[in-house]
């Protein structure tokens, strides 16, 4: 496959699942991504955490790259946290606004996470390569469409290099909000971002959640296997690595892996595409 993969991971919370990752990571670098992503819990949560699987990666010789949400976050927090990414020989930062803790209700310095990017133009300059999400479905708390694709301008402008969706099923939205981001002027590349399907009533909850859409067809064809899951599974490999084969096709600059920290079907998938 010639085109640029890269794969998410969360921290785990114990060390059975630190383990357990450490394993996982083994099997996908064997896919030679581009990056490891590691997620980073609401208003700071995971912190250290995070910083433990990044420094691990690093350690491997992986280009590791950290989520930082700013929500939540005073200058002086990020200024420290960009100082130990910088320490730990980290090069890329996933920029989000990301959700404010349950029952926090202060937004805390920044606001958007344009002004996230800003911030860590201004104190690193180029250091970082700047991923920030993008949400062709539109993101669920956006007022209109405009608004969204108006907020997703203003992240690339204030000077994100790349970006990452959230995961959709549906191409042709993806290839829309292409097009119209390029017609506001944003010439960044767009990544796909993909989510391997282990079971669907995880997935219907996590999508209802998060302003993903399941199409009713699909949704239609899980309900029918029941509790089958050797056709689960069969059915959303065929699915995805279809909507994978589409989205290189039409142009789709390469593939951002929700890992859900497994391998398999993520190294089925790339398998699959060759």
């Known amino acids: 496959m010639n085109s640029n993969i890269s794969i998410e991971f969360f921290p785990p919370q114990t ?13 996908l670098a064997k896919l030679k991504p581009e990056f490891f992503s590691v997620t980073y819990g609401a208003g700071g949560s995971t912190r250290e ?21 700013c929500i939540g976050s005073t200058r002086e927090s990020i200024r420290e946290i960009l100082a130990e ?11 989000l606004r990301g959700d404010l803790p349950s029952g926090m209700a202060e937004a805390g310095e920044f606001r958007y996470a ?18 920030v999400a993008a949400y062709p479905e539109w993101h669920p708390q956006a007022r209109s469409p405009k608004d969204d694709l108006d907020a997703f301008a203003r992240k690339v402008k204030a000077g994100a290099n790349s970006a990452i969706t959230q995961y959709f099923y549906n ?14 002027g944003v010439d960044i590349p767009i990544v796909p971002g993909i989510m391997p399907i282990a079971g669907f009533t995880k997935l219907a909850r996590f999508s209802d959640a998060c302003g993903a859409d399941l199409p009713r067809w699909m949704r239609k064809k899980f309900e029918s296997f029941g509790d089958d899951s050797d056709s689960i599974r069969a059915f959303g490999l065929d699915l995805v690595t279809e909507l994978c084969e589409r989205l290189l096709k039409g142009g789709a600059p390469g593939l951002h892996f929700y890992s859900m920290n497994q391998s398999a079907l993520t190294s089925e998938i790339c398998r699959r595409l060759g």
């Open 171 to 184: 191409a042709d939205a993806y290839f829309h909000f292409v097009d119209e981001a390029r017609a506001l």
């Open 15 to 27: 060390p059975e699942g630190v383990e357990k990752l450490r394993a996982t990571r083994v099997e």
């Open 114 to 131: 344009n002004e996230l990017v800003e911030f860590i133009r201004a104190e690193t300059g180029n250091h970082f390569s700047i991923e």
């Open 49 to 69: 955490r995070t910083f433990a699987i990044v420094r691990e990666i690093a350690s491997e010789g992986f280009d590791a790259a950290p989520h930082l949400s």
């Open 85 to 95: 990414f910088k320490a730990t020989g980290v090069r890329r930062i996933v920029a």
